[in-house]
């Protein structure tokens, strides 16, 4: 079984921002793959599904980015999901507009929600796949740039992205990470 975290903020104000793009990509795979619904459980909403052949568990935490751990680590427990078979789905400031890039540990690099799930599992060893939102240019506008809303004209960009993502998710799902991203950059294309 694998659980895959999309990370983001709850609330309708703020379902359009960049900070939410993880919650995009695993409504897109929960959609595109027939996954049941959604249910309120380990503090956020979590839908179970198949994909190549592998059970996965959805979830989005309820927490709030910066208590994201306070979600997944309780959901990982009670469904015996070991640290290596958990991703988390995140927005990147470090990668062009719907560029991904998938690995495994490392560094939150400022990032709220990867840093609660280090804290909640004591290591930074689980997977990321990392959506880029792109770099406002300066640090002084990263918090406008993450919690500002997608704008119209990324519209285009990030409909495709969120589709390979889905289109793409049985290469994750078989631990093929590598082409899984080349999947989604073939796909992406335009």
Same mark, same amino acid.
């Given at each position: 079984m694998l659980l895959w975290v999309g990370l983001g903020n709850p609330g309708a104000e703020h379902a359009k921002q960049r900070h939410n793009i993880g919650f995009m990509a695993v409504e897109r795979i929960a959609a595109r793959h027939r996954f049941g619904p959604w249910r309120s459980r380990f503090k956020g909403e979590t839908s179970e599904g198949q994909i190549a052949g592998q059970r996965i568990v959805l979830l989005k935490p309820h927490t709030y980015m910066n208590a994201s751990g306070n979600s997944v680590q309780p959901a990982a427990a009670f469904h015996k999901i070991p640290l290596a078979d958990i991703t988390a789905f995140h927005d990147e400031l470090d990668l062009a507009p719907g560029k991904v890039?998938?690995? @495994?540990?490392?560094?939150?690099?400022?990032?709220?929600?990867l840093r609660d799930m280090q804290r909640a599992f004591a290591?930074?060893?689980f997977w990321r796949v990392r959506l880029g939102i792109g770099h406002p240019g300066h640090k002084d506008r990263v918090h406008g740039h993450v919690l500002g809303n997608f704008a119209k004209v990324d519209g285009e960009w990030l409909d495709r992205l969120l589709d390979a993502v889905a289109d793409a998710a049985p290469l994750l799902a078989e631990? @093929?990470?590598?082409?899984?991203?080349t999947k989604v950059a073939l796909l992406t294309q335009g």
């Open positions: 890039r998938v690995k @495994k540990g490392g560094g939150a690099a400022g990032h709220n929600g290591s930074p060893d631990g @093929k990470p590598e082409e899984f991203m």
